[in-house]
């Protein structure tokens, strides 16, 4: 079964810190990985996506890389602001999702809190 | 450029009986594919559509069902509704271009079944 993993699940950190949040996935044959972002109760903010082809993206303070051969991609948030408290999500469109076509499988999550 | 949006914004049903909800594409996209997120879960894909057709669904019963119109905007139906269908639905667009094909999340809509 094709898995998305998201660790930690939670994470509290003061103003100002680097940090750096972590997806793992079960199948490395994949198409492209999104990271979005989900305030609470709302919908999701697409904040990068890496093609297969790709090793990483950069958006601002954000970094996102990808080792496919390991299953795993790394979201690196610099200088965190409050205003970046929010639930992170890593999405996978793997390549053999069956009858699941372009569908993306999202892990749980990582809810992360800023400190003034 | 206008976004994905979704409507209604909530919605109470009873158990037993069948809803609508809507999405508006982003302009330009052709594809819509449909997401119901449980409380403390992450988005589960349920299907999407291309070009009015279905085109690949997650892990739900018939009774989920959807269209896609000429404007490729698109309707989730869900019939025979279940306590456990109560979650937020999510709609994303995007534009098939080849492999290329990052999606775009509307606002939801949060139903809850009573």
């Known amino acids: 079964k094709q898995e998305v993993t998201q660790i930690p699940a939670a994470l509290s950190v003061p103003e100002g810190e680097n940090l750096v949040l972590n997806c793992s996935f079960t199948?490395?044959?994949?198409?492209?990985l999104q990271w979005f972002r989900q305030d609470p109760g709302k919908g999701l903010t697409s904040l990068l996506l890496?093609?297969?082809?790709?090793r990483e993206q950069t958006s601002g303070r954000l970094n996102a890389s990808l080792d496919k051969s390991s299953g795993r991609s790394t979201l690196y948030i610099a200088a965190s602001q409050p205003g970046d408290s929010a639930t992170y999500l890593c999405?996978?469109?793997?390549?053999?999702?069956?009858?699941?076509?372009?569908?993306?499988?999202f892990g749980k999550g990582t809810h992360l809190i800023i400190q003034p | 450029e206008t976004g994905v949006t979704q409507s209604p914004t909530h919605l109470i049903k009873t158990r037993g009986q069948q809803v609508t909800l809507r999405c508006s594409s982003q302009?330009?996209?052709?594809?819509v594919s449909w997401y119901q997120q449980a409380l403390g879960q992450g988005p589960q894909f349920i299907f999407q559509?291309?070009?009015?057709?279905?085109?690949g669904r997650g892990n739900f019963p018939p009774r989920f069902s959807g269209l896609q119109f000429p404007n490729y905007s698109s309707e989730l139906n869900v019939n025979a509704l279940e306590l456990d269908d109560s979650a937020l639905y999510l709609c994303?667009?995007?534009?098939?271009?080849?492999?290329?094909?990052?999606?775009?999340f509307g606002p939801g809509t949060r139903l809850t079944v009573l």
């Open positions: 994303a667009s995007s534009l098939a271009v080849g492999n290329y094909n990052e999606q775009f």
């Open positions: 199948d490395s044959a994949i198409y492209n």
């Open positions: 890496i093609q297969s082809s790709q």
């Open positions: 999405a996978v469109r793997f390549l053999y999702s069956g009858g699941g076509a372009d569908g993306l499988t």
């Open positions: 302009s330009g996209h052709n594809t």
């Open positions: 559509y291309y070009r009015e057709e279905e085109n």
